[in-house]
């Protein structure tokens, strides 16, 4: 599906964004885990959780929807009562359903087979298949595990603790729900936080667990927990979108609702705010596992800046949508430290690359990030998406503060992490 994004004009509005993605992902495993029945409301909709969905209900959960859709009723199956799957897991575009599920396959009594669409079958799996063999874990894939798809036979497992190379929350959530169901202790530690919503959970549903700093520890074999209840605040990887487009159009003022505010997530605001943009935080007095409130954001005027190291994991999936903000700064902005985004959905270093450059962008590739010099006009032009949704929709964004507009090839794909991405853009700027 191609989509042209013409220029917007003033934008003034209020909007909902759907609920966090990765929040939605850990609801859904754990209220599997759970012995019971939980309701999750605000959860993500999108295609990635659907394939953590599915993944589960292969093995023997059972979901329905509730109050118009909104809420999703779920009856747990207890930590150790997974059937086996009599097919092969979708796990589609989803690295976060693979890798996490991963960890908890590792530990359950039956053999179980996840492949993925073509772009999830190049994604490095060694980064959780090493610790996860470290575990006694018994897994097999392409290249010795390194590549899905991935079969794993579950078995006992013994804590281990573990250092991560690179922060991920996508490891270090493997190792911990591995974890769950070890022997012993199993210790995670990182250099720099990654996202931390599965510890969150974890506190929230009291499965014991000590955090000091960048280390995490839990104790294993145990028992089980009960089904809870859960509101999921909205993403603020989806809201970032129309963040930016609030401080780059003309006149605007955008106010977005019921935003998660988790503080491994919030570095795309900071950075933001460093850069000089408009940014109002009202911070919801509801209570949860996980903070939340409403952003308000009016037109900027915007200057480059640094961004690196400790900064980078809160904000990597902003990041290809940073580098189309760049364009509208003075000064350079430059971001270092950020090898990992070359392993996500596509390499989106070099997308971003060539997507700005198809727009009349000239973009400084370093091996670990880009540089961009701004304020440079975006042309407009045609664009692939690469078949990543976040590329997507940093087109989109560029399309909107573009001169002439800009076609976007591939856009379907955004309905990987925001469905309604097109219809909200449409009522903000008038598609
Ligand atoms: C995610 C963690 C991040 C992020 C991904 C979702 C998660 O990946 O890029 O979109 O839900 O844990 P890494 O853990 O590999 O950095």
Known sequence: ????????????????????????????????????????????????????????Q???????????????????????????????????????TIRLLSGILAGQNIFAVMNGDQSLNRRPMLRVVEPLRH?????????????????????????????????SAQVKSAILFAGL?????????????SRDHTENLFSYL?????????????????????GF???????????AYFIAAGAMTPDSRIEIEKVGLNHTRTGFLDVLVRMGADITITPSDEEGPEPSGNILIRTSKLHGIDIEGEQVPRLIDE????????????????????????????????????????????????????EIEGPVPIKGGRVRSYGDHRIAMSMAVAGMISKDGVMLEDAECVEVSFPGFWEILGGACGL
Do not use: W
């Open 58 to 96: 292969i093995m023997g959960l059972r979901a329905s929807l509730r109050n118009g859709q909104e809420t999703m009723h779920l009856s747990g199956m207890g930590m150790r009562n997974f059937s086996e799957p009599d097919c092969i897991l979708p796990v589609g575009n989803s690295g976060t």
């Open 206 to 226: 009291e499965i014991p667990m000590i955090r000091i700093g960048h280390r995490v520890e839990v104790e294993g074999d145990i028992d089980g927990f009960p």
């Open 135 to 167: 575990m006694g874990a018994l897994i097999f894939g392409r290249e010795n595990g390194a590549l899905p798809p991935i079969a794993i036979q579950g078995r006992k497992l013994t804590g281990i603790e573990y250092h991560t190379p690179v922060p």
């Open 319 to 370: 990041l290809p949508l940073l580098a189309v903000i760049a364009t509208q700064a003075e000064g350079v902005t430059r971001v270092t430290g950020a090898g990992e985004l070359r392993f996500k959905e596509t390499d989106r270093i070099f997308a971003i690359a060539e997507c700005l450059s198809d727009l009349g962008v000239t973009v400084n590739v370093l091996d670990d990030g880009f």
């Open 229 to 239: 209840n859960l509101e999921i605040p909205g993403d603020i990887s989806s809201a």
């Open 181 to 193: 169901y070890a022997k012993g202790t199993t210790v995670v530690v990182e250099t720099s936080a």
């Open 1 to 56: 599906m191609e989509i042209f994004i013409a220029p917007a004009k003033s934008i003034k509005r209020r909007l909902r964004v759907p609920g966090d993605k990765s929040i939605t992902h850990r609801a859904l495993m754990l209220a599997t885990m759970a012995e019971g029945e939980s309701t999750i409301t605000g959860f993500c909709p999108c295609a990635d959780c659907y394939s953590t969905l599915a993944c589960l």
